[in-house]
């Protein structure tokens, strides 16, 4: 009995061993899953959050496409420095603007104007662009004029590397142009900024001085009802700068005050009286001819020219405001340049 009962014994206890060890291995297994589960949990990156691009508008860079005629070469960085938001003139394209369904010619400019910005003034080359709604090209010539130059240059645009080139939208610049029948020009310069270094002054500074130019034959010209003349003479000591109207002013006693004034000297005062004599003289021959040359062109023209001229409209676009631009809008002003005159509506 003692015997059985010693086997019996055995035999329990080596069955609890397989049992015992049987539920270590299961432990451990478990443990390593675990281990393996922290382990993953440690090792695994967090996923990259998806990035969301806005969509670039149709029209989005035809306002820097313009070409801001007569903006000066160092300047023109300063131009683009702020992300100017010109969706005014973008929506003037899209169905019910201004500008929908209509062929239009469009160029840029610039002006310098005192605006807040960021809690102070500050003087801000500001981009405009103008809209010229016509079924054919407004011009294709270039006036150079300013005080420092005595004569005023009408040049056709190629002189100056400028022309009107289509403006192609985002959406279609993967068409042939050719193809393509567009209703928006633009006023384009291919001269290279990297050339101006080899350009000589005189010629780098005419496109300063350059304007778009418009001549309207339908209506008399400023210049032809103009009495007054530039007057750049070039005395010994300092050029003398002033205005002459042929109507108004006395020479005698016009060029007694400029020597009153030390403007100019006693002994330059019969040199002074000529010049001034000549250019009244070059001014009226300009008035007559402008007059006899506008004359001309209307009984030359046709019925349906006659009514291209009379329904072209000019528009005149400021950027709109932003928290990131200065804001404009109290300097907004429809005159354009002295061709054109003013706009039909700014906006």
Not at 223 to 234: A, D, R
């Amino acid at each position: 009995m003692r015997k059985g009962g010693k086997r019996k014994s055995t035999s329990q206890k080596q069955e609890n061993e397989v049992k015992a060890s049987s539920s270590s291995q299961e432990n451990q297994k478990e443990n390593h899953k675990l281990a393996s589960k922290a382990k993953c949990a440690k090792t695994s990156k967090p996923q990259p959050q998806p990035e969301y691009f806005e969509d670039k508008r149709n029209l989005e860079d035809l306002w820097k496409a313009a070409f801001p005629v007569g903006t000066e070469w160092d300047q023109l960085d300063s131009v683009y420095q702020f992300n100017w938001n010109f969706s005014n003139l973008e929506e003037a394209f899209e169905e019910g603007g201004k500008l929908y369904g209509k062929k239009v010619y469009l160029f840029g400019c610039t002006e310098p104007q005192l605006v807040p910005y960021k809690g102070e003034n500050k003087v801000i080359c500001i981009p405009v662009v103008v809209a010229v709604v016509s079924p054919f090209p407004p011009s294709d010539k270039i006036g150079i004029n300013s005080v420092q130059r005595e004569a005023e240059e009408i040049v056709p645009m190629k002189h100056m590397k400028m022309d009107w080139v289509p403006y192609i939208p985002l959406e279609n610049r993967d068409s042939q142009v050719d193809r393509l029948q567009s209703q928006m020009f633009i006023l384009s310069c291919t001269q290279r900024r990297v050339a101006l270094k080899q350009m000589k002054i005189d010629r780098l500074k005419k496109y300063e001085y350059c304007l778009p130019y418009f001549y309207q034959p339908l209506k008399e010209d400023e210049l032809e009802q103009s009495t007054e003349v530039q007057i750049i003479f070039p005395a010994e000591q300092k050029p003398v700068f002033c205005e002459f109207d042929w109507e108004l002013d006395e020479l005698d006693e016009f060029t007694d005050q400029l020597i009153e004034a030390d403007e100019l000297d006693k002994d330059q005062k019969d040199a002074f009286k000529e010049f001034v004599k000549e250019k009244v003289r070059e001014a009226k021959k300009a008035n007559r001819q402008a007059r006899e040359a506008r004359k001309k062109a209307l009984e030359e023209m046709s019925e349906e020219t006659k009514a291209a001229f009379e329904n072209m409209r000019f528009y005149k676009f400021y950027p709109i405001p932003t928290p990131d631009t200065p804001d404009v809008s109290n300097v907004k002003a429809p005159f354009i340049n002295r061709y054109y005159g003013k706009a039909h509506e700014v906006l």
